[in-house]
């Protein structure tokens, strides 16, 4: 398939915002292999909470492009229990880089979002034209909104000033450089955690949050970044783009496989008094296929990966 070129990398000073997370870190690994010059603000160099600093940044460094992986993220218990670090932290921080970019010429920017923008108990997989139609998800409203709020402006830039700003919408994912934190970890890095621990202590069995029923799907990092460096080059509209696998597993069936990938063979115990979150979110990739791209990794590859890289920077052995 011939996909159309629409923006060229090659050149241009590309800030990627956010390289220290695992996205961030990703697509700054991804480009590379790219034709260009990669811009990256330390922490100690620019609060992107700040507009003041924002501003004073990019009107020293004038990136061409900007990718904004920039973002407080964290699992189930994170977005429930620290509600106005994850709704203020991302709305300051999508709100200053977006009109900082508009103010300095930016000539193309990508924002990432998250499936969890679309309404708990929408029909799946889920479609990008769902969006706002039914309630979202409580224990991730705040960052739900945060990153609604991000689409719009985006838009908005768009419509009122020409922007080629752009929108992705990831799912689930878990990667190289992943937050192991047991209280503000993702399920992915979770189980590797629990599970790797509970083999070494030789434990009978290993705590998973909730039923495990719940299902999600789970997309290995370098395959997102690969896919936003994808859409900033061949994609320019004002509709977001869901990037994922299109497949789903049961947190049981995650759980299984982290355990098989450790080689740990004691049992799951299951904490009801954890919270399940949404049901189901499942992606409908049919709009990223079509332009001619789907994800290279598969589930228990990705896991090994991640493991391999936990053991070699994370873990006292
Ligand atoms: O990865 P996770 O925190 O994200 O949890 P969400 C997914 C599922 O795994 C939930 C279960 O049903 C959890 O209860 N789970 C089982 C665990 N054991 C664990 C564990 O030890 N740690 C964690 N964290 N979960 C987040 C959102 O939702 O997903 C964010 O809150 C964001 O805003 C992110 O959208 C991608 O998929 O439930």
């Not at 070129?5 to 991804?30: E, F, P, T």
């Not at 969006?131 to 224990?139: A, K």
Request: charged letters at 20%.
């Amino acid at each position: 398939m011939t996909v159309p070129h629409v923006y060229s990398l090659s050149g241009k000073r590309v800030w990627v915002a956010g390289h220290r997370g695992m996205v961030g870190s990703a697509i700054v690994d991804r480009l590379r292999s790219e034709d260009c010059e990669i811009l990256t603000a330390g922490r100690d160099e620019v609060d992107l909470r700040r507009q003041a600093e924002v501003e004073a940044w990019m009107a020293k460094t004038r990136p061409h492009a900007v990718f904004v992986a920039a973002a407080r993220v964290g699992g189930i218990m994170a977005n429930n229990t620290r509600p106005a670090e994850f709704i203020y932290d991302n709305l300051a921080i999508e709100a200053n880089i977006v009109d900082a970019s508009w103010r300095n010429g930016v000539e193309k920017l990508l924002f990432l979002g998250s499936s969890c923008i679309y309404p708990r108990l929408a029909p799946q997989p889920m479609t990008e034209d769902v969006l706002l139609t039914g309630p979202l998800e409580p224990t991730n409203q705040w960052y739900a909104v945060a990153k609604i709020a991000g689409i719009k402006l985006c838009q908005a830039y768009r419509r009122q000033y020409g922007c080629d700003f752009i929108l992705a919408m990831p799912t689930n994912l878990y990667g190289y450089r992943d937050n192991y934190d047991l209280t503000s970890s993702h399920v992915a890095p979770a189980m590797i955690a629990k599970v790797h621990a509970a083999k070494l202590a030789g434990a009978p069995s290993v705590e998973v949050w909730g039923s495990g029923a719940p299902k999600r799907e789970f997309l290995f990092a370098a395959d997102a970044a690969d896919a936003m460096v994808f859409l900033m080059r061949h994609y320019s509209g004002e509709e977001h783009v869901n990037v994922g696998t299109g497949t789903e597993v049961t947190i049981r069936e995650l759980a299984e496989t982290v355990c098989r990938v450790i080689g740990y063979q004691g049992r799951l115990a299951f904490d009801s008094s954890k919270p399940d979150g949404a049901p189901r979110k499942l992606l409908d990739v049919g709009r990223l296929a079509d332009m001619g791209w789907v994800a290279q990794t598969g589930l228990e590859e990705g896991l090994r990966l991640a493991y391999d890289w936990y053991l070699a920077h994370e873990t006292p052995r």
